[in-house]
């Protein structure tokens, strides 16, 4: 279990203080996948970076399995990091080692024997499925295959935890997705527990458990990814919610849109949101059956959560105004979140 108590951080810059973090507190327990995600600006890697202290807390406490960092001796810290492993945006390979020295490096630093070097880093190279690119140098190596690579490395030596520093940033969506996957299959087999930093929340509800919303320093809301996603409480976190869940708008439609419908003739069109609560009831034939009018999905993206249902739907309803009236308080009655786009 990691835990972080009351932690602040100010960085001092020509005489003014920066506070980047202000009493954080967080439990983070063990096998799970925790994601911290926030705006750029929030904190979020002065935060990561405060549990293996490469970054200092002015403030507050962190503890690793009740021991707290913060009162180490420079050797024993030196001990528990090494069972903290960390990837980062850019990778941080050595461009001069192959594949194979660069997994292996952090196994030399301690004096590992090379017979048992040569079985780990197979094993390792196994793991991320890097077999044939042992003797390759980072330079030739995709993004994907090099933080494939840094993943290796900061296994090496067996951590109980993986840091990720917006460890997928870099990388385009094919990418990212694979190697979300290489790290939950490693969760799952390795029991490390996971702390992941980002700014997308596709990337949090694509892997983590759990979830903290970090702004200007602070946690705003935390728990389980299917509370927040069911019942986000800030606007910022439903900001982050709506953006990993958009239905874009045709062109078509975009140029014709407008905001009043004047003359009882122009359809409307209706953003719809729902979790898994309203998604199985049968809504729109309810709205056809008991409003009498025509609708068409002009887009939809629905996502699965655990067993729940999350999505948005881009709606077209012809009908009067007071029919139209009618479904939009109807929606809102079933807890749906709708927003009026305009009219067609
Ligand atoms: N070494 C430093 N010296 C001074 N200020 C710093 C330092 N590191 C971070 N800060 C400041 O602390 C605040 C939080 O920065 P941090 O990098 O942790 O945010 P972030 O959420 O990771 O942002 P991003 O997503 O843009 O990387 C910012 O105001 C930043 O300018």
Redesign the pocket.
Known sequence: MIELKDISKV?R?KNID?K?LTEVNLKIPEGRIYGII?S????????IRCINLLERPTQGQVLINDVDLMTLSPGKLIDVRRKIGMIFQHFNLLSSRTVFENIAFPLELIGTSKEHIQLKVKELLDLVGLESKSDEYPASLSGGQKQRVAIARALASDPAVLLCD?ATSALDPATTRSILNLLKDINKRLNITIVL?T?EMDVVKAICDDVAV?SE?RVIERGSVREIFSNAKTDLTQQFINSSLHVDIAHEYLNRLVQVSEDNGKDLLLKVRFNGASTDQPLLSSIVKLFGIDYEVLNAKMDTLGDMQVGVMLLKISGSIDAITNVINYFKDKKLEVEVIGYV
């Open positions: 960085f810059k920066i980047a926030g750029s600006g929030a904190g979020k890697s002065t935060l917006e930093i700014h970090l320093g």
